[in-house]
C-alpha cells in the first residue's frame, strides 16, 4: 500500500474539460516538473506545501463515501506521483465512476492507457506563452482515443496560431476532443471565438473556466 502526497481534495464542478459544469470529485497532488507562467496552482507545487498522506485506499474511500461519480486527478502533475499506478488500478475496478486526469503534456501516457477501464486524459499542450513548449511530448497524441481530450491554454494571438497549426499537424480532431481555454485576464473571450469562426475551426471547442467564473480566479477548494 502507497502513500500519497495530496495537498487539497474536495467536491466541485468541472470547470474544463469535456465533462464541464458537472460535479466531479478533486483530488490534487503535491509536485510538477514544469512552471508555466500563467501557472494558477503553483502554490500546490512548493517544495513546502502543506499535504496530507493518504492511502490509494483512504483516497477510493473519499471518492465513494461523496455519492459523486466524476473523478478528477490533477495537480500539480499527477502522473509524477510516486505509484500512481496503483490507485489508477484499484479506482479502475469500480466501472461506476468515470476517473479523469489531467496532465501537462510532458509525461508518457502509454504505462496508463493500456489499465483496464482506463482513465480519460486531459492532456495539456503547452503553447509559446506558457515557455513550457519545449517540454511537450508529441507522442502522446498517438495515444489519446475519443474518451480523452487536447486543452490548449490560449494567452495571445501567437498562441492561437500555434494551437490550430498542432491540430492540424497531428489531426487532433479526429483522435480525440480539442479544446481551446484562455488564460485568464490575459485575452478577451471574443478573440478567441472570433478566431475559431474566422479558421472554420470544426470540432474545437472554447471553454470559459466556469469555477473561475463562479468563484473567482483565486479560490481554492473549487
Not at 508555466?36 to 500546490?44: N, V
Amino acid at each position: 500500500m502507497a502513500n500519497y502526497k495530496v495537498v487539497e481534495k474536495f467536491i466541485s464542478l468541472n470547470g474544463e474539460g469535456i465533462l464541464a459544469g458537472q460535479p466531479a470529485v478533486f483530488i490534487r497532488f503535491h509536485g510538477c516538473n514544469l512552471s508555466c507562467s500563467y501557472c494558477d496552482t503553483t502554490w500546490a507545487n512548493e517544495k513546502d506545501a502543506p499535504f496530507s498522506l493518504m492511502t490509494e485506499e483512504e483516497i477510493y474511500e473519499y471518492i465513494k463515501e461523496s455519492g459523486i461519480k466524476n473523478v478528477t486527478l490533477t495537480g500539480g502533475e499527477p502522473l509524477l506521483v510516486p505509484d500512481i499506478g496503483q490507485l489508477l488500478k484499484l479506482l479502475s475496478t469500480n466501472q461506476d465512476i468515470h476517473v479523469e486526469i489531467e496532465t501537462n503534456g510532458s509525461i508518457d501516457l502509454s504505462p496508463f492507457a493500456n489499465i483496464p477501464n482506463a482513465p480519460s486524459f486531459t492532456m495539456d499542450y503547452k503553447l509559446p506563452s506558457s515557455f513550457m513548449e519545449d517540454k511537450m511530448l508529441a507522442s502522446n497524441f498517438q495515444i489519446l482515443r475519443k474518451k480523452d481530450a487536447v486543452k490548449f491554454v490560449v494567452g495571445n494571438r501567437e498562441d492561437l496560431n500555434r494551437t490550430r497549426e498542432v491540430i492540424y499537424e497531428y489531426d487532433l480532431t479526429s483522435r480525440c476532443h480539442v479544446l481551446i481555454s484562455p488564460v485568464y485576464g490575459k485575452i478577451q473571450l471574443a478573440e478567441i471565438a472570433d478566431y475559431l469562426i474566422e479558421y472554420g475551426m470544426n470540432n474545437v471547442a472554447m471553454q470559459l473556466q466556469t469555477h473561475k467564473i463562479i468563484w473567482g480566479p483565486n479560490e481554492r477548494g473549487v
